[in-house]
């Protein structure tokens, strides 16, 4: 049974950081893709930032490159979210999500990661 389980969200100042981690087990995590999505209340979830089965490939949307970082520890089954220069647009439910199938996937596609974590809230307010 795949289970996604994030933790490190929180409370932050604009301009301040915190470090998503997302505990997997139930699959073979080191062969599938990983991604991060987000969500405020009222809108539609949106992708935040993929990386590819062994790490060499990320992608960030365009809000949030160059402040944030994906990364992946397969060894501990853990994926990782830095996130620095943070803004109040920043504030929502973070989303841990694990590709539909082992091998390649489009990393700035969200519908190809349909399994998804419970989430952790990141509030960021001055």
């Known amino acids: 049974q795949v289970q996604l389980v994030e933790s490190g969200g929180g409370l932050a100042h604009p301009g301040g950081s915190l470090k998503l981690s997302c505990a997997a087990s139930?699959?073979?995590?080191?062969?599938?893709?990983m991604g991060w999505l987000r969500q405020t209340p009222g809108k539609e979830i949106e992708w935040v930032s993929g990386?590819?089965?062994?790490?060499?490939?990320?992608h960030y949307e365009d809000s949030v490159k160059g402040r944030f970082t994906i990364s992946r520890d397969d060894a501990k089954n853990t994926l990782y979210l830095q996130m620095t220069g943070l803004k109040s647009d920043d504030t929502a439910v973070y989303f841990c999500?694990?590709?539909?199938?082992?091998?390649?996937?489009?990393?700035?596609?969200?519908?190809?990661?349909?399994?998804r974590g419970q989430g952790t809230q990141v509030i960021v307010t001055s």
């Open positions: 999500a694990k590709a539909e199938r082992s091998g390649w996937a489009q990393l700035d596609n969200k519908r190809q990661f349909p399994s």
């Open positions: 990386i590819s089965q062994g790490g060499q490939r990320t």
């Open positions: 139930g699959f073979a995590f080191h062969t599938f893709a």
